[in-house]
């Protein structure tokens, strides 16, 4: 009985699928869907129109590479890129038939599901996959114009991995799938900004970025930290041996800051003093990472109410302005992320001395304007998406997503048990020296 199910099921199935392909043979593939939507916009020249050179399929797209007539520019094609997804989202059916569904249906009547009221509908749902079809384009020109059609985009979600660290070296990091591949790029030589809104990825991405340093960087990275959030994103990483500070107070990150610059001016001194321009041509191969969330806690102009702490904040504002401005030669790299992406948050000095941008979800095309100098960035459609400036090279990226599970795995082995308070002012006590509260501890680096 359930051979002869299983076997009229199979050869109707696969008749069905030989029958539904002879009926979709007449349909226009994708490479003649391309051409038909570039003559219908008009991108040809004296009748002719563009020109198939090359087709190859890779795992996750298909590109196809075409001849253009002389004459016309590549913006031309740009411009009509709405046009060619939705020339190629053009269905040819609504189900697609899946060979894998006669796995399934031999499980199916082995572990006793069969339902005879049901089994058709459990049939179809088994050798048929509805055609949820959502292809994106990418577009480039070399000479030729190159066409990548992905079947499947940028996944919404996407759970961080070990693999995602192979091959990194000299201070390349994993960043994020951009629907070709998981996108890596290099950190530590330029200033970074990471803005976006409320729970869209910020936070997320910057615990990713500390914590690949520490998994591939170990000995030569060292962080400074301004949480000024409360101090809850970044505890985690307070008592790594690789933190030379942290704070969560505006005072504090004053004298952090102030800290940094003092150390930067004797290292400028240094390089004088030999000749050379930068830390690298010293020899010097750690780099330290000023990270900063919130940085709009810092503005003198947002935080104008509190008028008690508007010279602190003017001050620290001074010295972020120097360090985006002197310290990616001396090794000293800012992280500024912020939700609030205005010209209040991130003066002139700032942005234009940061080159690397990170940019999730925000509310207003005004504040992608103001990170990315152009709308998008409101439009993104999920959290952990992110565009991405590197220079003059833009991507789109989902951020992975990396668990505090995996996180305390790899910071754990460089934690240190720092002295209690109590301990602290007892030793000093016993030595004399002043009482006070001690927020900064500054130790004796390479860079220092």
């Known amino acids: ?26 349909k226009m593939q994708d490479h003649e869907k391309i051409i038909s939507v570039a003559d219908a916009c008009n991108l040809k020249r004296g009748g002719n129109s563009i020109r198939l050179h090359r087709k190859t399929k890779e795992e ?5 590479v075409y001849q253009i007539p002389h004459g016309l520019s590549f913006k031309k094609f740009e411009e009509h890129i709405h046009e060619f997804e939705d ?45 949820d079809m959502a292809k994106k384009i990418k577009m480039s020109f070399d000479g030729m114009l190159h066409f990548k059609v992905f079947d499947k985009w940028i996944p919404s979600n996407i759970e961080f991995e070990e693999p995602f660290l192979e091959g990194c070296e000299s201070w390349v990091i994993p960043l994020g799938d951009n629907g070709e591949t998981m996108l890596k790029w290099k950190i530590g030589r330029e200033h970074m900004t990471i803005a976006g809104g409320t729970r869209q990825g ?15 960087y170990p000995d030569d990275v060292k962080f400074s930290f301004i949480d000024l959030k409360g101090g809850v994103s970044m505890n985690r990483f307070k008592d790594l041996k690789q933190t030379h500070a942290f704070a969560d107070e505006v005072t504090d990150a004053m004298n952090v800051l102030d800290s940094i610059y003092a150390e930067m001016k004797e290292l400028e001194a240094r390089c004088r003093e030999n000749g ?96 990315l100098d152009k709308w998008g960035a409101e439009k993104l459609e999920n959290s952990g998406r992110a565009l991405v400036i590197d220079g003059v090279t833009n991507h789109k990226v989902q951020v992975p997503l990396m668990d505090n599970k995996y996180i305390d795995s790899v910071i754990t082995p460089h934690i240190v048990i720092k002295p209690r308070k109590d301990d602290e002012n007892e030793s000093i006590s016993e030595e004399g020296a002043a009482s006070g509260k001690h927020t900064l501890v500054i130790e004796e680096t390479e860079l220092s």
């Not at 051979?3 to 050869?11: A, D, G, P």
């Not at 999730?360 to 304007?369: D, E, I, V």
Request: proline share 1%; aromatic share 10%; hydrophobic share 40%.
């Open 60 to 64: 996750r797209f298909t590109e196809y």
């Open 202 to 216: 910020k936070t997320q991405f910057l615990k990713m970025v500390i914590t690949s340093l520490l998994r591939l």
């Open 87 to 131: 020339g190629l989202n053009i269905k040819k059916c609504d189900y697609i038939f899946n060979l894998k569904g006669i796995k399934m249906l031999w499980s199916y009547l082995k572990n006793g599901d069969y339902n005879q009221q049901t089994f058709r509908s459990d049939l179809h749902h088994m050798f048929f996959d509805k055609n």
């Open 1 to 26: 009985m359930i051979f002869e199910v299983v076997s009229s099921s199979v050869v109707g199935g696969v008749y069905l699928a030989a029958k539904m392909k002879q009926k979709g043979s007449s």
């Open 276 to 371: 050379v321009e930068t830390a690298a041509e010293l020899g010097l191969t750690q780099k330290h990472f000023i990270v900063i969330d919130e940085a709009a806690e810092l503005s003198p102009i947002i935080k104008k109410n509190r008028s008690d702490e508007i010279k602190i904040r003017q001050q620290c504002e001074m010295r972020l302005s120097e360090i985006a401005r002197l310290g990616a030669g001396f090794n000293y790299i800012l992280l500024f992320a912020t939700q609030y992406p205005t010209a209040d948050v991130m003066n002139k000095d700032i942005k234009s001395n940061i080159n690397q941008v990170v940019c999730f979800k925000l509310r207003s095309g005004r504040q992608s304007q103001t990170v």
